[in-house]
């Protein structure tokens, strides 16, 4: 068996103040490192603000060591939020992991973009980035990437115990809070983490309701509508717990699937951010 106790920090931030974000992570990994969490989750795009314009001149700030300089002086580590510039140029809608130390261990790209709001990004070309902490296998997505059956799966079939999806969701989408993140576990028989902004930014009233689902479908823990600082344990007996008597990954099969890479012209989706 191994543990990971998480912290997801849910919050209105501070659009465009990077110096003022940045503050409240740190003080905010001290009070989760101080809780005991060995991970804390920040909301999408957390360090900058979603809905606050064009980012690429953020994007070229040292936002990652920033954030790293703060894991490691707090001796915990982060996933967070965050615009960076791609391989190729052009400025992706990031997840960075940060180890208590400062290391990266992991960079993610949101793959799937929404709408008018995520133009200003470039889509990655991963479905999932993995990586294990404390014996614990872990994969980050980001908000409308979770809204896809695909890369969750992905996660899964990866072997992750836990998949962290920093978000920004915002009304009228709060059913992906309550069903669809819910879906996701269960199917895949995971932990998932669903790290929301909450308030308003620019034009758009976020939904908050943060929360982290079990493999089995119990909800670990929950925020409201307001900031908060919420934290569950990832357990992995819990994982095996859950597809001790049957599993969905085990019992797939994946050659009668075909059909689900093919790319169907005027396909369009819905959901949050």
Known sequence: MSTLRIACLQSAGHGRDVEANLAELDSTAAAAAAAGADLLVTPEMFVTGYDVGDVTELAALPLTERVATIAAARGIAIVAGLPAVVPGGGVGNMAV??????????????????GEIDRRFHGG?????????????CA????????????VRVAALAGAH??????ANMHPYGAVNDHVMWTRAWENQVHLAYVNRCGGE???????RS???????????????????????????????????????????????????????????????
């Open 140 to 151: 980050v997505v980001i908000c409308f990437d979770a809204e896809f059956p695909e890369p």
């Open 211 to 273: 929360r982290v689902i079990g493999p089995d479908g119990t909800e670990l823990a929950a925020a409201g509508t307001g900031p908060d600082l919420v934290c569950a344990t990832i357990d992995t007996d819990a994982v095996d717990g859950a597809r001790a008597v049957f599993g969905y990954v085990a019992e797939r099969r994946p050659a009668l699937y075909g059909a689900l890479a093919v790319e169907r012209a005027g396909d369009e989706g819905t959901g949050g951010g």
């Open 202 to 208: 620019g034009t758009t009233a976020y939904v908050g």
């Open 162 to 167: 836990v998949v962290l999806v920093p978000t």
């Open 125 to 137: 070309e991963a479905p999932t980035a993995v990586f294990d902490y404390h014996g614990v296998r």
């Open 97 to 114: 992991v940060v180890d208590d130390g400062g290391e990266v261990l992991a960079r993610y790209a949101k793959a799937h973009l929404f």
